[in-house]
């Protein structure tokens, strides 16, 4: 059983802490979307998912800027490619606030400690509909395919949904680790109370 909070039980500044920390592994990964041999994979779907357990909503405007900001710094002037970015671009947001939802869902029907199988159905739901999201609507309406058929959008989820779902288990999965770890070790530093 992993523990998982409520946004309210999170005391502020672990909240601070951790939304500042998904900001910096955003910035730092966000730039390489499916990582290289010297790259980590874009944690951003995690970072939406783990701040919609974590964090309180404050935060996710935030994010959802901090997103796009990169997208636009990336493409503005780091000379990464613009292909990507049409006006579809709005459904990768709507991807962003499904898996913050996500994480908002499990932090809500799961007071910590929640059993694994409602943090693994989350993350595959989550990712699944963020997923549907983002690729359905660069696919149908980004006006980069000239004639899209459904065997070939069926294609795209063959050739770049099990990348997402494995960014996703990585990231998540270190995230419940550390998790698992910080709360043990605050467990045992707890005084004993003696009868």
């Not at 730092?28 to 499916?34: G, I, L, S, V, Y």
């Not at 994010?63 to 292909?83: C, P």
């Not at 970015?85 to 459904?91: E, H, I, S, V």
């Not at 939802?101 to 989350?122: K, T």
């Amino acid at each position: 059983m992993l523990p998982t909070p409520t946004t309210a039980s999170v005391p502020p500044l672990a909240r601070n802490l951790i939304g500042l920390t998904l900001m910096a592994v955003m910035l730092a990964t966000r730039f390489h979307h499916f990582g290289d041999a010297l790259h980590l994979p874009d944690a951003s779907w995690a970072v939406f998912f783990l701040a919609g357990l974590y964090l309180p909503s404050i935060w996710l405007p935030g994010l959802l800027l901090l997103a796009v900001a990169i997208d636009l710094t990336a493409i503005g002037w780091m000379g990464v490619s613009g292909y990507c970015l049409t006006p579809a671009y709005a459904g990768l947001q709507l991807a962003h606030l499904s898996l913050w939802a996500g994480g908002r869902w499990l932090a809500r029907a799961h007071p910590a400690p929640a059993p694994l199988p409602p943090l693994a159905g989350a993350v595959l739901v989550s990712t699944l509909l963020a997923f549907a999201l983002s690729n359905g609507a660069f696919y149908w309406l980004g006006a980069r395919v000239a004639e899209p058929t459904w065997a070939q959008f069926a294609r795209t989820w063959v050739d770049y949904a099990p990348r997402f779902f494995m960014a996703m288990a990585l990231y998540v999965g270190v995230a419940a680790l550390a998790h698992a770890l910080l709360h043990t070790l605050a467990l045992r530093r707890r005084p004993v109370a003696r009868a």
